[in-house]
């Protein structure tokens, strides 16, 4: 009668899981595909605060590390940072402004390019960008699906993110 009971807990166990995993992977392509699809935005850009920090390394600086999305047809304004901003995409195609100045573009396969502006580059999901305080860019979603991008940035202690030049 034991065996039986233990059967039939084990059967209705698996039933269950069953019936749960479909819906957990659903869900799971739902948020692999657009995880940021929730995501407020203001004029077609949204930000959120991953963390912040004043690194004893770096006195007088500021050390952000942010996700921002973009929605499709939107162009930031022109602008330059107060300090040093390394950005990675993680979804989209970023249509990359160099209005002057000079970037550190990398690729998803490890190569890196200089590109001196006024220069226009697609980056794509896995590439990135070094921004120094003498480029002057701005960023573009061409694009049908949102960017996605990750960013870390150093800057003056009360500087803003972005300066602009508009």
């Known amino acids: 009668m034991t065996t039986y009971r233990n059967v039939k807990k084990?059967?209705?166990?698996?039933?269950?899981?069953a019936a749960l995993v479909p819906a957990m992977v659903a869900c799971g392509d739902d948020a692999k595909n657009d995880p940021w699809a929730s995501l407020p935005t203001k004029n077609g850009v949204g930000r959120i605060e991953l963390g912040q920090a004043a690194p004893a390394?770096?006195?007088?600086?500021n050390l952000y590390l942010q996700r921002v999305v973009i929605d499709p047809g939107?162009?930031?304004?022109?602008?330059?940072?107060?300090?040093?901003?390394?950005a990675r995409v993680e979804?989209?195609?970023?249509?990359?402004?160099?209005?002057s100045g000079n970037a550190?573009?990398?690729?998803?396969?490890?190569?890196s390019e200089v590109v001196q502006g006024p220069a226009t580059v697609k980056l794509a999901t896995g590439d990135g960008v070094t921004e120094t305080p003498e480029l002057v860019h701005y960023g573009a979603n061409?694009?049908?699906e949102r960017v996605v991008i990750t960013l870390a940035a150093?800057?003056?202690?009360g500087a803003p993110m972005a300066t602009s030049t508009s």
């Open 91 to 99: 979804a989209g195609v970023l249509t990359y402004n160099i209005v």
């Open 154 to 157: 150093l800057l003056k202690t």
């Open 57 to 61: 390394a770096a006195p007088g600086n």
């Open 104 to 111: 550190l573009v990398t690729r998803a396969d490890g190569s």
């Open 10 to 17: 084990a059967c209705a166990s698996l039933a269950l899981v």
């Open 74 to 86: 939107t162009a930031l304004p022109r602008h330059f940072h107060e300090g040093t901003q390394v």
């Open 142 to 144: 061409d694009g049908k």
